[in-house]
């Protein structure tokens, strides 16, 4: 006899014994537990159809799927039958409930229906602190039963990040490649394993809770999340199809698909796998890696499936429907035309569905397919691999890509389940493309990439309460103290905030102009702005900072910049016929013999002048006299004009059209 096979008939032994006295009223159901428990001994048989390559840990690891799925089944079967209490002496169904992680996996648990049992009412909107990463964060955060946030970063500086709750460096770990990609996330299993997928070149990761390596695998192109199965086996998506893992790292099974699979894979009560493809199909696949079904649709599936507490599989998909499938066949429940989704929908407790489209809105939908309301997110803005998370208070929150074809910037919005907004704040001057998170104590964090500078090119934002604030440190500023007018000069501002709070900075310039505040940027960050004066003279650069909080710094200490330019100014260009400068004497007495010379250049032809260079002396002007120099010019295009005088030289871009000359903004 097979040696496999004796833990089996053990267990089935038990499991005969304690039926022993149920009425004959419950025939029906006794019969349903007979079939499930022969159709498990079945699966057992089945397995020497595959190799030790296959299956390394033999047929009665591998078992341990149908275990748990079958005797669930038995069990719920049996609850019918009020005899659940023999079964639970007999068989031990893992709990996999992840509950003392806050946050442990992408959509929050295995089914991804990306609602947390915490509330957030008492979160004021704030951004309490932000930490730099050094390089773009596409990989959304989780949080462990302690609050530490992890998150990771990309192609250039692949770290795992392991940030405190009050926002300082707890380790970081050196990556073999990037993490993930496009609301990627990291996952935590009920041992405090992290497990990291990394794309080109990908490699899956186990990390120790102390930030060590426990073990890594080669993978096809990772483009994922990770999700964490009943019995600890891990699923990803990759560009051949999906992967499950043992938890030691052996490959257990590859399902192939007809395209690479972004979708990360979503597990329900029963250990059925479901996940999409760029082949355009919505899978669901037994625990041993066989196909139970799949569905088409006209589109790429980027997005996730979730699952309702009825068992309903809802899923998006490039052809602009949101899906409802039955679970057992894979047949459509109803459709909804929506938009591209390349996020998960979210379920709130009362079943409505929530997600964003890049087609500029954000949805809410009954369970029965009708739209409850959606929300303009502005033109060009669009919902890109953000999945929403939703408080125990029903707020909702959202990453926004402003401008999602450039990289124009990204935010996050909190909803209220009526479909107002709570309370929004711009986050990046690039994109977000990741997934709000919450925390145990209501706090909520959100990932963010930027254009870069000083090392930073991602942040992990934390929005949340605080006890106490303090307020940022006298800034620290840095630039040319020698110019000339009309020049652009580059100057780096920075200060340090004690609570790591953002801020926001203030500069004068000294010749009576400001820049307002900023945007929040990160505590410590150095951020760059340009300036150019126009007289000159001595000017005075000073700067402040302040928190998110409004708390405010001291002023800088000064910097001064001598600015030095000609005795003669040219104030500008005149629209209208031939070149028509106006000049001023900008001293205190009369100026004689200033040389000046025009170089022009015409993007199209000119009749006149014969020369594309003009040498002329003025002979005197006044102080703080205005005259207009006059030269005819005949022609047609765009004609760039310098005109260096006194040894200084300005630029003006122009039209030309005949003799007339317009001035073009630029």
Same mark, same amino acid.
């Given at each position: 006899?097979?040696?496999?096979?004796?833990?089996?008939?053990?267990?089935?032994? %038990?499991?005969?014994?304690?039926?022993?006295?149920?009425?004959?009223?419950?025939? =029906?159901?006794?019969?349903?537990?007979?079939?499930?428990?022969?159709?498990?001994?079945? =699966?057992?048989?089945?397995?020497?159809?595959?190799?030790?390559?296959?299956?390394?840990?033999?047929?009665?690891?591998?078992?341990?799927?149908?275990?748990?799925?079958?005797?669930?089944?038995?069990?719920?079967?049996?609850?019918?039958?009020?005899?659940?209490?023999?079964? =639970?002496?007999?068989?031990?169904?893992?709990?996999?409930?992840?509950?003392?992680?806050?946050?442990?996996?992408? !959509?929050?648990?295995?089914?991804?229906?990306?609602?947390?049992?915490y509330?957030?009412?008492?979160?004021?909107?704030? =951004?309490?602190?932000?930490?730099?990463?050094?390089?773009?964060?596409?990989?959304?955060?989780?949080?462990?039963?302690?609050?530490?946030?992890?998150? $990771?970063?990309?192609?250039?500086?692949?770290?795992?990040?392991?940030?405190?709750?009050?926002?300082?460096?707890?380790?970081?770990?050196?990556?073999?490649?990037?993490? !993930?990609?496009?609301g990627?996330?990291?996952?935590?299993?009920?041992?405090?394993?992290?497990?990291?997928?990394?794309? %080109?070149?990908?490699?899956?990761?186990?990390?120790?809770?102390? &930030?060590?390596?426990?073990?890594?695998?080669?993978?096809?192109?990772?483009?994922?999340?990770?999700?964490?199965?009943?019995?600890?086996?891990?699923?990803? $998506?990759?560009?051949? *199809?999906?992967?499950?893992?043992?938890?030691?790292?052996?490959?257990?099974?590859?399902?192939? #698909?007809?395209?690479?699979?972004e979708?990360?894979?979503?597990?329900?009560?029963?250990?059925?796998?479901?996940?999409?493809?760029?082949?355009?199909?919505?899978?669901?696949?037994?625990?041993?890696?066989?196909?139970?079904?799949?569905?088409?649709?006209?589109?790429?599936?980027?997005?996730?499936?979730?699952?309702?507490?009825?068992? #309903?599989?809802?899923?998006?998909?490039?052809?602009?429907?949101?899906?409802?499938?039955?679970?057992?066949?894979?047949?459509?429940?109803?459709?909804?035309?929506?938009?591209s989704?390349?996020?998960s929908? @979210?379920?709130?407790?009362?079943?409505?569905?929530?997600?964003?489209?890049?087609?500029?809105? %954000?949805?809410?939908?009954?369970p029965?397919?009708?739209?409850?309301?959606?929300?303009?997110?502005?033109?060009?803005?669009?919902?890109? *691999?953000?999945?929403?998370?939703?408080?125990?208070?029903?707020?909702?929150?959202?990453?926004?890509?402003i401008?999602?074809?450039?990289? !124009? &910037? !990204?935010e996050?919005?909190?909803?209220?389940?009526?479909?107002?907004?709570?309370?929004?704040?711009l986050?990046?001057?690039?994109?977000?493309?990741?997934?709000?998170?919450?925390?145990?104590?209501?706090?909520v964090?959100?990932?963010?990439?930027? @254009?870069?500078?000083?090392?930073?090119?991602?942040?992990?934002?934390?929005?949340?309460?605080?006890? @106490?604030?303090?307020?940022?440190?006298?800034?620290?500023?840095?630039?040319?103290?020698?110019?000339?007018?009309?020049?652009?000069?580059?100057?780096?501002?920075?200060?340090?905030?004690?609570?790591?709070?953002?801020?926001?900075?203030?500069?004068?310039?000294?010749?009576?102009?400001?820049?307002?505040?900023?945007?929040?940027?990160?505590?410590?960050?150095?951020?760059?702005?340009?300036?150019?004066?126009?007289?000159?003279?001595?000017?005075?650069?000073?700067?402040?900072?302040?928190?998110?909080?409004?708390e405010?710094?001291?002023?800088?200490?000064?910097?001064?910049?001598?600015?030095?330019?000609?005795?003669?100014m040219?104030?500008?260009i005149?629209?209208?016929?031939?070149?028509k400068?106006?000049?001023?004497?900008?001293?205190?007495?009369?100026?004689?013999?200033?040389?000046?010379?025009?170089?022009?250049?015409?993007?199209?032809?000119?009749?006149?002048? %014969?020369?594309?260079?003009?040498?002329? #002396?003025?002979?005197?002007?006044?102080?703080?006299?205005?005259? #207009?120099?006059?030269?005819f010019?005949?022609?047609?295009?765009?004609?760039?004009?310098?005109?260096?005088?006194?040894?200084?030289?300005?630029?003006?871009?122009?039209?030309?059209?005949?003799?007339?000359?317009?001035?073009?903004?630029?």
């Amino acid at each position: 006899m097979n040696k496999c096979i004796i833990p089996i008939l053990v267990i089935l032994l %038990f499991l005969s014994s304690g039926f022993v006295g149920i009425s004959n009223s419950a025939k =029906e159901l006794k019969n349903e537990v007979k079939e499930i428990k022969q159709e498990l001994k079945d =699966e057992f048989y089945s397995f020497d159809c595959y190799n030790e390559y296959d299956f390394p840990e033999k047929y009665s690891s591998v078992g341990q799927d149908y275990l748990w799925t079958k005797t669930h089944e038995v069990k719920i079967a049996n609850e019918k039958l009020n005899t659940s209490e023999i079964l =639970e002496k007999t068989i031990s169904i893992p709990s996999g409930g992840f509950i003392d992680h806050a946050w442990p996996m992408q !959509g929050y648990n295995r089914k991804h229906i990306g609602r947390s049992p915490y509330s957030t009412a008492s979160n004021p909107g704030i =951004e309490k602190w932000r930490f730099g990463a050094g390089d773009w964060c596409d990989s959304s955060p989780v949080i462990d039963k302690d609050g530490t946030i992890y998150f $990771g970063a990309t192609s250039q500086d692949p770290h795992l990040y392991a940030i405190n709750p009050d926002g300082t460096l707890k380790w970081k770990f050196k990556a073999k490649k990037g993490l !993930g990609d496009i609301g990627s996330s990291p996952a935590i299993t009920d041992d405090d394993t992290i497990y990291i997928a990394t794309k %080109f070149g990908s490699y899956i990761q186990a990390i120790n809770p102390n &930030g060590t390596e426990k073990w890594n695998k080669s993978t096809p192109d990772i483009d994922t999340s990770i999700t964490i199965g009943h019995d600890g086996v891990i699923y990803y $998506g990759h560009v051949k *199809g999906v992967d499950a893992r043992y938890p030691n790292g052996t490959l257990k099974w590859r399902f192939s #698909t007809g395209s690479y699979v972004e979708s990360t894979p979503m597990i329900d009560d029963n250990g059925i796998i479901y996940f999409g493809s760029h082949d355009t199909y919505i899978y669901a696949v037994y625990p041993n890696g066989i196909l139970k079904w799949k569905f088409k649709t006209d589109g790429w599936v980027h997005g996730s499936p979730t699952i309702g507490e009825d068992g #309903t599989v809802y899923v998006g998909s490039d052809d602009t429907y949101l899906y409802s499938l039955y679970p057992n066949n894979g047949t459509t429940k109803w459709k909804c035309n929506v938009g591209s989704m390349r996020c998960s929908p @979210s379920i709130d407790k009362n079943g409505i569905i929530y997600f964003g489209v890049w087609e500029e809105r %954000f949805y809410s939908v009954f369970p029965n397919g009708t739209i409850k309301w959606s929300f303009d997110l502005g033109k060009y803005n669009g919902v890109w *691999g953000s999945t929403a998370a939703i408080s125990d208070d029903g707020t909702i929150y959202i990453g926004v890509c402003i401008d999602i074809g450039m990289c !124009g &910037g !990204g935010e996050i919005i909190a909803f209220t389940p009526s479909g107002s907004v709570k309370w929004r704040k711009l986050l990046s001057d690039s994109l977000v493309d990741t997934s709000p998170v919450i925390g145990e104590d209501g706090s909520v964090y959100i990932c963010s990439s930027w @254009s870069g500078g000083d090392g930073i090119w991602g942040y992990l934002h934390a929005f949340g309460d605080v006890n @106490s604030n303090e307020p940022p440190e006298k800034p620290n500023i840095v630039g040319s103290t020698e110019g000339e007018i009309l020049k652009f000069y580059k100057y780096r501002v920075k200060a340090n905030d004690p609570d790591f709070n953002p801020v926001s900075y203030y500069i004068d310039w000294g010749d009576g102009s400001y820049t307002g505040w900023t945007i929040d940027y990160g505590s410590n960050k150095s951020i760059s702005r340009y300036h150019q004066w126009k007289i000159p003279g001595n000017y005075t650069i000073k700067c402040k900072a302040k928190d998110t909080f409004g708390e405010e710094s001291n002023w800088s200490d000064p910097i001064v910049i001598n600015v030095s330019g000609p005795r003669i100014m040219i104030n500008d260009i005149e629209n209208g016929f031939g070149i028509k400068l106006i000049v001023e004497n900008i001293e205190n007495h009369t100026i004689y013999n200033v040389k000046y010379s025009i170089n022009i250049k015409v993007k199209g032809f000119v009749l006149y002048p %014969f020369s594309d260079y003009i040498n002329r #002396t003025i002979i005197s002007i006044k102080e703080e006299q205005t005259k #207009t120099l006059r030269h005819f010019i005949f022609g047609l295009g765009s004609i760039d004009i310098w005109v260096n005088i006194d040894g200084f030289e300005f630029y003006f871009y122009c039209f030309l059209f005949g003799p007339f000359v317009y001035k073009i903004p630029y």
